[in-house]
């Protein structure tokens, strides 16, 4: 079992959940948010935090 993908949609979900709680993100796949963004945060990982985050949505038993 690779390190932390038994973790994986626990710690997405909760990234999500403290990013909406510290008012951050909302990022989308059009890429406005990339050029906006700070922390100079590129379109193809915020792509894959949303996959992810969805995978976890819908797999979670919670």
């Not at 710690?11 to 700070?38: I, Q, S």
Request: proline share 5%; hydrophobic share 35%.
């Amino acid at each position: 079992l690779p390190q932390g993908k038994a973790e994986r949609s626990r710690r997405v979900l909760d990234m999500v959940a403290t990013m909406d709680k510290e008012g951050f993100g909302g990022c989308t796949n059009t890429g406005e948010c990339e050029a906006a963004c700070p922390a100079g945060i590129q379109l193809k990982n915020i792509a894959h935090l949303n996959r992810e985050y969805v995978r976890a949505l819908l797999c979670s038993p919670e």
